[in-house]
């Protein structure tokens, strides 16, 4: 029964396209983060929700966009997507705002080609 | 804004020997927490070991310990007793309330174990 898990674990695309990815946890949880980890495999911050409300918005293009619909989920829409957005995106949770208990999911590989 | 400093790109140890991989770490703040990951080729980000600031004792889980340095704002992770599935990448992070508690990542060590 995985803890925090992310749909697809693949995802290639065309350049121009529009992709969501999908985060759910079922550790009860009340904070969610979108990080993406390059090409060179650094890890950044890209979002996190806190009981649905955004608490970080780091400097992404306004084409990425999250949604909160509940507190067990927290996805990520791309518009127009563009070659340098090829990475992995990882989902993760944590019990609080403090981090405790912080989980990663598998990360999904998103290609544009 | 905080930075994490891994200066170890790449390292190598042999089986069963023990390795030190280091981390230095940039902040104002008193209050903060420390982390190793770990991922291996699966990706799998998986959490080796936690360092709350404000103890003062070295954290351990089982073979792997850590050098917190507050002063020096250090903090190094030793593997012992190396195994080969200990092979992947490792990544220092620092998280405090300036920053959300999100994760702020060092660059990385790329860490192999030989037979």
């Known amino acids: 029964d995985t803890a925090v898990s992310q749909t697809p674990k693949y995802l290639v695309t065309q350049m121009g396209n529009d992709k969501s990815i999908k985060c759910e946890q079922n550790?009860?949880?009340?904070?969610m983060y979108w990080y993406k980890q390059d090409s060179k495999k650094f890890l950044k911050i890209m979002f996190s929700?806190?009981?649905?409300?955004?608490?970080i918005n780091e400097t992404v293009p306004n084409r990425f966009s999250p949604k909160s619909p509940d507190k067990a989920h927290l996805n990520l829409h791309i518009n127009s997507l563009e070659l340098g957005d090829s990475a992995v995106y990882f989902c993760?949770?944590?019990?609080?705002?403090?981090?405790?208990?912080?989980?990663f999911g598998s990360g999904t590989r998103l290609t544009v080609v | 804004a905080q930075t994490v400093t891994q200066s170890q790109p790449e390292m190598s140890v042999q089986e069963a020997e023990t390795v030190t991989l280091s981390c230095t770490y940039d902040?104002?703040?008193?209050?903060?927490?420390l982390f190793w990951y770990k991922q291996p080729p699966s990706r799998q980000m998986i959490l080796v070991i936690r360092?709350?600031?404000?103890?003062?004792q070295n954290a351990t889980e089982n073979r792997f310990s850590v050098n917190f340095q507050k002063a020096a704002k250090s903090f190094s992770l030793k593997i012992s007793d190396s195994q080969l599935g200990d092979t992947a990448m490792y990544f220092c992070?620092?998280?405090?309330?300036?920053?959300?508690?999100?994760?702020?990542f060092g660059k990385g060590t790329s860490l192999l174990v030989t037979p």
């Open positions: 993760a949770s944590s019990q609080d705002l403090m981090g405790y208990g912080y989980t």
């Open positions: 550790l009860g949880h009340d904070t």
């Open positions: 929700y806190n009981n649905k409300e955004l608490i």
């Open positions: 902040t104002s703040e008193s209050n903060y927490y």
């Open positions: 360092q709350e600031a404000y103890k003062q």
């Open positions: 992070a620092f998280s405090n309330g300036n920053s959300g508690y999100a994760l702020n």
